[in-house]
């Protein structure tokens, strides 16, 4: 879904379809305030995305865009960032996904890129103008149900370790509890959990992560989490896209946090950040 914005202003986004398959895209904008943009107000365009064909739809607006004012400054918010998680070329005949998408981006030419918790650090290596949108606020924000001194971070895996023990620092929580996953790199499926801490008591944990799809890492950790906790355990990502529902993550956690809410699902113990 694409937003346009004209300095403060919305601008009417239409997106058509052609006989033959191929899109159309065009915007509306009140001709009467062109004469401001000229004077250095920039164009932002929100993407949230839904799919593939995004890409096209982005990549037709920003010309129709330039056409009309070819010295704009043009940015984009792209809250999650597409492909990202194929960061690496695991097996020979792969493609390196995220740097494809990002070179189809950088083409556009965006002044700046604003993104919400990418899930790679090679995003920013392959991005032009990146500008990481900080989520430590809403993390916060995840504990004013619970009481705070009782509170642990869980880190779900490796990758996500050093991020975790970031936010725990900036907010001053003193307990990162880390566990880690094997998958099958060929399959993609998780093959074990494993959990390194002794049991906390009545300490409430809360897993962090930037994505969750089908919930195949979260469900194996809250029941290995549950072992070492009298506690509540509560799960927070930033981009909740639960392609196998809400139910199934959500009866294996007292909480389910989210920023990004890909999914439009909702459920009692789903608290939109």
């Known amino acids: 879904m694409l937003k346009l914005f004209i300095g403060k202003d919305p601008a009417e986004v239409k997106i058509f379809k052609f ?37 096209i739809h982005l990549a037709l607006l920003v010309d129709a865009i330039r056409r009309n004012h070819p010295h704009v400054e043009l940015n984009l918010t792209m809250p999650y960032f597409p492909y990202a998680r194929q960061d690496r070329v695991c097996n020979p005949g792969e493609s390196l996904s995220v740097k494809v998408i990002a070179d189809i981006i950088n083409a556009m030419g965006f002044a700046r890129v604003f993104v919400l918790d990418p899930h790679s650090d090679v995003v920013g290596a392959v991005l032009n103008n990146m500008v990481q949108i900080d989520i430590t606020r809403s993390i916060e924000d995840s504990f004013l149900s619970l ?8 880190s779900p895996d490796a990758g996500a370790l050093k991020k975790v023990y970031g936010y725990a620092k900036k907010i001053n929580i003193e307990k990162v509890v880390r566990a880690d996953k094997n998958r099958d790199v060929t399959s993609g499926k998780i093959t074990g959990t494993v959990v390194y801490s002794e049991h906390l008591g009545k300490t409430n944990l809360i897993v962090v992560d930037d994505i969750c799809d089908g919930g195949g890492t979260f469900i194996p950790l809250a029941q290995e989490l549950r072992k070492i906790t009298d506690g509540t355990v509560s799960l927070f990502v930033t981009h909740g896209i639960f392609t196998k529902g809400i139910d199934i993550v959500a009866d294996a956690y007292d909480n389910v946090f989210v920023v990004n809410n890909m999914s439009g699902l909702s459920h009692p113990k789903l608290k939109q950040l």
């Open 19 to 55: 006989p033959a398959g191929e899109s159309g895209v065009s915007y509306h904008w009140d001709s009467s305030r062109t004469r401001y943009v000229d004077r250095g107000l920039s164009a932002n365009i929100n993407l949230a995305w839904e799919g593939n064909d995004d890409l």
């Open 147 to 154: 009481p705070r001194w009782r509170c642990a971070l869980v």
